[in-house]
């Protein structure tokens, strides 16, 4: 028999095991009907459980445990409360939260994809009607940019402080994560001409195209690695004559992700950008509840990919059985996707639970329901 | 007789003197009916005009013909358009965006204020009818930080460039920053009780208070500044007991103001994530063509502060006679309440002026009517 497809399961902390419980029915379920050679482990880190125990989130070599599996499925980190209520955080986040950037970092999952559709059933924050049409890709570059935690605070704690915080931003890096972009704008053009819902681009001299990539950045304010990015973006595009580009300023962005967000297609933004912005687009597709999200290595196969939800761990709502797993189920989805390119036989079971939570939703969208209950009527639509 | 306080008139690009011609004819009305101490000075630059003429936007000694005005009434600066269109770039972004931020820098405008408050009669893009309160003050760091343009690009253009962009941040603009959004904070709860239309803010205590400011940062992935910040915050916070505290990070405050924008009062951010949170903010009072905004100096009298709308230059829409001045005309009326601090006089003549365009706004809003006929109807209610 050949070697099971193996799936490293990290609830974490606040909400993350109780939707996590429900992915992994879920999981059972499809495993058993389609006879999956699929493995999962359960591992008790990341965690605040752990660190009250050990002092540390996680163990020392927990990336050479996590590395021999094929995904990473994670529920949730940290506390994102108010900084200002110390009994609500446990830990300062930027320790509970230490081991995402560790795992995105260790494996270098320099994409970070997170899809914003608004399905039927779904919440519609936006007042105008064709907000209905919202389904863009937000491509988050996830390996660099201000996320590299370089600088420091001189004269910390005086009033003579200086704190710098430096960003670095490469070509190499730049280069794959626009053209990791322009490839899933084609990806996604022939998706939608199999389900006979073509969409169609201008380009700015008049030709239409059948996708669309757009280039964020701020660069009239920060010019060094604006001026990188968009010189590397036209470069690429020229390779892709069938995609039509066009350029935004995350500030813009923000502001036509509200007001026009069905003009958008495939988006690629750096870190920081493209973390505010796929906030913002998880609103667009129904809040927080409903908004999947996945950490990519697609150049190297021997480390695992990590597949979390865009939520945190809401400790605000922790433990009262109310937090809505969709998010976590999509995500699970995703991640059945994207290990078809290990065991083809996951790619169907992934589109069976996306559209097992596609039709809960349709059906109940809007009645509220306990985590348990919406994982329970989707298991139910999986069932034989 | 008194020295009159002089206004030095900048239009610039696009729709800039499309809407500072209305904002004129205001200042004209008010000046006649009040017979306000009033002078303004028109000037032919920064513009793309003068860079045509001269090969730059500006006269070399710009910031010392400006320092003797009271202050800078702006109309738009550049083409914000995308940057794959060459055609309507007449000069990079770059390059024609400069003087604003040379002018806040040179005046060290430290505060840049943009309230968003949604007039009776503005566009709602939110679905949730409680949406309609939104009354916030986004108060944005206009000094350092994210702006300072330090760092470069090693080995530009070829696979192996890295390019760094180097954010700074002091203890002293941060603390005058905070300060300010608190000391707002009180002065926005005095209205409130003189309006009668009180607000209350839970603290995380269970206290009961009057305004709020809520403090915007990264810190869990750009912590160096992010910890400044909350530190700082938390020190100044215990000045202003009667004021309720909040934290958010960027991309989460993203998502609520979308979410349930009226549940914000004050609002204190960076320079970049304030450019952000300021767009977003623009949209939630009714999009771009309704956004004031101002950069003040609070601290030294002998430099102009700058009046100048959020919009930009919006070449798409340019001559076209098109553009809402109505942004133009409130960021005007806040000019002269600002300058009541020269000549109490003002005072009185700035909030007619903002009478003026709500009233208009309340009664027009959502019919469309070229910029001149704004302009004329609100000169109008103006008239002895
Ligand atoms: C928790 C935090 C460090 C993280 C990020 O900023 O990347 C989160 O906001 C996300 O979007 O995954
Ligand atoms: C034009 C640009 C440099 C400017 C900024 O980022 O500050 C603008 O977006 C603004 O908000 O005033």
Redesign the interface.
């Known amino acids: 028999m050949a070697h099971p497809t193996r799936i490293a399961v990290t609830p974490g902390d606040g909400i993350g095991p109780e939707v996590m419980a429900e992915a992994i029915r879920c999981l059972e379920v499809l495993r058993a009907k389609h006879r999956l050679n699929l493995e999962w482990t359960r591992f008790p880190w990341p965690s605040h459980a752990w660190h009250q125990e050990h002092g540390v989130c996680w163990p020392q070599d927990a990336l050479d445990q996590l590395r021999e599996f094929d995904a990473i499925l994670l529920g949730a980190l940290?506390d994102?409360g108010?900084?200002?209520?110390p009994e609500r955080y446990l830990l300062p986040?930027?320790e509970s939260?230490a081991p995402l950037?560790a795992l995105r970092k260790g494996f270098d999952q320099w994409v970070c994809e997170r899809p914003a559709r608004l399905l039927k059933g779904a919440r519609?924050?936006?007042?105008?009607d064709r907000a209905r049409d919202v389904d863009m890709l937000v491509i988050r570059e996830n390996s660099e940019g201000?996320?590299v935690?370089q600088?420091?605070?001189l004269?910390k704690?005086?009033?003579?402080?200086?704190?710098?915080?430096?960003?670095?931003?490469?070509?190499?890096a730049t280069?794959r994560i626009i053209r990791y972009g322009f490839e899933q704008a084609r990806l996604r053009a022939e998706d939608r001409v199999r389900q006979s819902r073509t969409r169609t681009f201008q380009t700015?001299d008049g030709r239409v195209c059948e996708s669309q990539v757009c280039?964020i950045t701020?660069?009239?304010?920060?010019?060094?690695?604006g001026?990188?990015y968009?010189?590397v973006f036209?470069t690429v595009?020229r390779e892709y004559p069938d995609v039509a580009?066009?350029?935004?300023?995350?500030?813009?962005a923000?502001?036509k992700f509200?007001?026009s967000p069905w003009r958008f297609d495939v988006v690629v933004a750096s870190n920081?950008q493209g973390?505010?912005l796929?906030?913002?687009a998880?609103?667009l597709s129904g809040?927080?509840g409903v908004a999947p999200s996945c950490n990519l290595n697609p150049t190297d196969p021997t480390v695992p990919s990590m597949f979390e939800p865009t939520h945190g761990s809401a400790p605000d709502i922790a433990g009262q059985g109310i937090a809505d797993p969709t998010a976590m189920l999509l995500t699970t989805a995703r991640m059945l996707e994207w290990l078809a390119r290990k065991d083809p036989a996951l790619a169907s079971a992934g589109r069976e639970l996306f559209d097992a939570v596609a039709a809960d939703l349709e059906q109940h969208g809007g009645t509220p329901r306990g985590t348990h209950d919406i994982g329970e009527a989707i298991c139910k639509r999986l069932q034989p």
Chains 1, 2 share one sequence.
């Open positions: 940290g994102p108010p900084a200002d209520d986040d930027s939260l950037l519609q924050y936006l007042a105008d201000e996320y935690g600088g420091g605070r004269r704690g005086t009033p003579d402080e200086v704190a710098t915080q430096v960003e670095v931003f490469t070509y190499r280069e700015h280039l701020k660069r009239n304010a920060l010019g060094h690695w001026d990188l968009t010189e036209e595009a580009t066009h350029h935004e300023l995350v500030d813009a923000c502001m509200v007001q920081l973390d505010i796929t906030d913002l998880a609103v809040g927080m």
